[in-house]
């Protein structure tokens, strides 16, 4: 189809970026890291860091690791918060030629395990407020190397003892813990790696375009997370895209590498990972939020100096919104808020507008897609309501279930096209094959309608999948865990509107033994899925609607929700 969207692109924005400008996405970075010394590329809890410094740090973490002897193309998870230790440990998982894996710090240890063994990640570096996660389920994984950070690693020698000490002594925030050692394993400081990486060579890694640089879980509609294959290409192409999407809005900055973005979104999760790599694209510096949910700290640091880029979910902005602080906080610098990673709505964006004076942009991505894959242009001064054209380098087709294009203003499945889509799923050949069409695109699972000027709008959701506060979370793998548990005989998990995270999860349940209370059911969720992935709602029921083939109908428990 024509790609009618680009008459509406805001002035300046290019149809297409090239990401063959870059042999890898380690040229990226280095470049930035050496053009960009001197300038700061984060701060957190007022300790500052500078590219100079990121590019040290990473380049003695990828040398330590070189002396592990990785096979070629590693995979080494990454298990922190927004602490100046995950840019280190990502940029040196990279320039050592090896492949990150992101880890969610808040996994259960059921969680845990899985991607550890389904990535088949050798090392992983973890906040040791989780090592004891990793502790109950180390020996039934293939992690031979790990690395133990602190949360003051990194802040300077005093201060940082001082937080090490309040985080472990007067929060009691690490959990006693003990990880067996052995010929087989070892259990490394954060500083001890950089201090022995430092006097080490970081021997220039092989990686190309092709070569993967990240396995980002997503979902499983098995009822397992799947790693999508992101490639230095995808990276670097998705970096490009964003670079021309949302230079406009910051024009009035004069300079991009004066741009402060604040960094509250978790940098495991694909949106805030692709706009952090943004900022070292431009040389910018990020603003690191440790704990976002801590909303009167995080106020305080708002208030510190001025920021320019907000990205952020819908519920994080209503959050913010309800602080009885947050009309101290000075907006008037703020060029971008970034809405993303589930629907943004209407009523939140005009709140939002009328207390910062600056609208909220929505966009639209998976992580199978690095993020972003539409977006409205973000010199628009009111909310669409839409999720925006396609970026860059990007083609979107509105598609029927064999796989035929729509004539615009037609509902179908979106499924998208470009060059920061995924190569696959990590080892899962039938999903591949259920994930891509015939020509190409990747099948999105959202139902959607393009207009005449190229705006896509979502009006339904092809897959169960339960989007919570901008986390996917898929039935099948609650109801996988929940039917293990004593006294359930069937479930069936669905997403009902919730006002503050966007959808909740509400399981019905049969049970066999008449005991079993919502009390015990929600304990025993605690212990085995991440927060997010809770139900907050159960009810008990004595059966469930099933088709004539005995499928459960979920749509029917939605119908009567």
């Given at each position: 189809?024509?790609?009618i969207?680009?008459?509406?692109?805001?002035?300046?924005?290019?149809?297409?970026?090239?990401?063959?400008?870059?042999?890898?996405?380690?040229?990226?970075?280095?470049?930035?890291?050496?053009?960009?010394?001197?300038r700061?590329?984060?701060?957190?809890?007022?300790?500052?860091?500078?590219?100079?410094?990121?590019?040290?740090?990473?380049?003695?973490?990828g040398?330590?690791?070189?002396q592990?002897?990785?096979?070629?193309?590693?995979?080494v998870?990454?298990?922190?918060?927004?602490?100046?230790q995950?840019?280190?440990?990502?940029?040196?998982?990279?320039?050592?030629?090896?492949?990150?894996?992101?880890?969610?710090?808040?996994?259960?240890?059921?969680?845990?395990?899985?991607?550890?063994?389904?990535?088949?990640?050798?090392?992983i570096?973890?906040?040791?407020?989780f090592a004891?996660?990793?502790?109950?389920?180390?020996?039934?994984?293939?992690?031979?190397?790990?690395?133990i950070?602190?949360?003051?690693?990194?802040?300077?020698?005093?201060y940082?003892?001082w937080?090490?000490?309040a985080?472990?002594?007067?929060?009691?925030?690490?959990?006693?813990?003990?990880?067996?050692?052995?010929?087989?394993?070892?259990?490394?400081?954060?500083?001890?790696?950089?201090?022995?990486?430092?006097?080490l060579?970081?021997?220039?890694?092989?990686?190309?375009?092709?070569?993967?640089a990240?396995?980002?879980?997503?979902?499983?509609?098995?009822?397992?997370?799947?790693?999508?294959?992101?490639?230095?290409?995808?990276?670097?192409?998705?970096?490009?895209?964003?670079?021309?999407?949302?230079?406009?809005?910051?024009?009035?900055?004069?300079?991009?590498?004066?741009?402060?973005?604040?960094?509250?979104?978790?940098?495991?999760?694909i949106?805030?990972?692709?706009?952090?790599?943004?900022?070292?694209?431009w040389?910018?510096?990020?603003?690191?939020?440790?704990?976002?949910?801590?909303?009167?700290?995080?106020?305080?640091?708002?208030?510190?100096?001025?920021?320019?880029?907000?990205?952020?979910?819908?519920t994080?902005?209503?959050?913010?919104?309800?602080?009885?602080?947050?009309?101290?906080?000075?907006?008037?610098?703020?060029?971008?808020?970034?809405?993303g990673g589930?629907?943004?709505?209407?009523?939140?964006?005009?709140?939002?507008?009328?207390?910062?004076?600056?609208?909220m942009?929505?966009?639209?991505?998976?992580?199978?897609t690095?993020?972003?894959?539409?977006?409205n242009?973000?010199?628009?001064?009111?909310f669409?309501?839409?999720?925006?054209?396609?970026?860059?380098?990007?083609?979107?087709a509105?598609?029927?279930?064999?796989?035929?294009?729509?004539?615009?203003?037609?509902?179908?499945?979106?499924?998208?096209?470009?060059?920061?889509?995924?190569?696959?799923?990590?080892?899962?050949?039938?999903?591949?094959?259920?994930?891509?069409?015939?020509?190409?695109?990747?099948?999105?699972?959202?139902?959607?309608?393009?207009?005449t000027?190229?705006?896509?709008?979502?009006?339904?959701r092809?897959?169960?999948?339960?989007?919570v506060?901008?986390?996917?979370?898929f039935?099948?793998?609650?109801?996988?865990?929940?039917?293990?548990?004593?006294?359930?005989?069937?479930?069936?998990?669905?997403?009902?509107?919730?006002?503050?995270?966007g959808?909740?999860?509400?399981?019905?349940?049969v049970?066999?033994?008449?005991?079993?209370?919502?009390?015990?059911?929600?304990?025993y969720?605690?212990?085995?899925?991440?927060?997010?992935?809770?139900?907050?709602?159960?009810?008990?029921?004595?059966?469930?609607?099933?088709?004539?083939?005995?499928?459960?109908?979920?749509?029917?428990?939605?119908?009567?929700?």
């Open positions: 189809m024509d790609k969207w680009h008459a509406s692109y805001p002035e300046g924005v290019p149809h297409n970026i090239d990401p063959e400008q870059f042999r890898s996405l380690n040229q990226l970075l280095e470049d930035s890291f050496r053009k960009n010394a001197a700061p590329f984060s701060v957190c809890m007022e300790r500052w860091m500078s590219y100079g410094q990121l590019d040290e740090l990473s380049a003695a973490f040398a330590w690791l070189q592990r002897d990785l096979e070629p193309g590693a995979r998870a990454i298990m922190l918060p927004n602490i100046p995950f840019a280190v440990t990502m940029a040196g998982i990279l320039r050592a030629g090896f492949t990150c894996v992101n880890v969610n710090p808040l996994y259960t240890p059921r969680e845990l395990e899985h991607q550890l063994k389904d990535s088949g990640a050798t090392t570096v973890i906040l040791e407020n004891s996660t990793l502790e109950e389920v180390i020996d039934r994984t293939p992690i031979k190397h790990v690395v950070a602190s949360m003051g690693d990194l802040l300077g020698f005093w940082g003892r937080i090490t000490f985080v472990r002594h007067l929060a009691k925030l690490v959990p006693a813990y003990r990880l067996p050692i052995d010929q087989a394993r070892t259990v490394t400081p954060f500083n001890r790696v950089i201090a022995t990486g430092s006097v060579p970081l021997r220039p890694a092989e990686s190309n375009l092709d070569s993967t990240f396995l980002q879980y997503t979902g499983g509609t098995t009822g397992l997370s799947k790693g999508a294959v992101l490639t230095h290409r995808n990276i670097v192409a998705a970096i490009l895209q964003a670079e021309a999407w949302f230079t406009p809005a910051l024009r009035r900055i004069g300079d991009v590498s004066k741009t402060n973005g604040i960094a509250a979104l978790p940098l495991y999760h949106f805030a990972l692709t706009l952090s790599l943004l900022a070292v694209r040389g910018s510096h990020l603003t690191l939020i440790p704990n976002p949910r801590d909303f009167g700290k995080f106020i305080e640091v708002l208030k510190k100096r001025p920021f320019h880029m907000l990205p952020a979910v819908n994080l902005y209503n959050a913010l919104l309800q602080h009885p602080q947050i009309k101290s906080v000075d907006f008037s610098s703020l060029c971008v808020s970034q809405a589930m629907a943004a709505s209407a009523g939140t964006a005009q709140h939002w507008l009328d207390v910062t004076g600056c609208p942009i929505e966009g639209w991505g998976m992580s199978e690095c993020a972003i894959g539409t977006n242009p973000v010199t628009n001064k009111h669409t309501g839409t999720i925006g054209l396609p970026l860059p380098g990007i083609e979107i509105i598609k029927d279930d064999d796989g035929r294009s729509l004539a615009i203003g037609e509902s179908g499945e979106i499924c998208i096209k470009g060059p920061q889509v995924m190569t696959g799923y990590y080892q899962q050949p039938a999903e591949n094959e259920k994930a891509f069409t015939a020509d190409g695109f990747m099948r999105t699972g959202d139902i959607g309608i393009m207009d000027c190229g705006y896509t709008k979502i009006v339904d092809k897959k169960d999948m339960i989007i506060s901008g986390f996917n979370v039935p099948n793998e609650l109801e996988n865990v929940i039917s293990l548990c004593p006294g359930v005989v069937e479930c069936a998990a669905i997403g009902i509107a919730d006002e503050k995270q959808e909740a999860i509400k399981v019905f349940v049970k066999s033994n008449p005991t079993l209370t919502e009390e015990y059911l929600h304990d969720c605690k212990q085995n899925l991440t927060g997010y992935k809770r139900p907050k709602h159960i009810e008990f029921r004595d059966d469930l609607p099933k088709t004539n083939v005995g499928k459960i109908l979920r749509r029917e428990l939605r119908a009567a929700s």
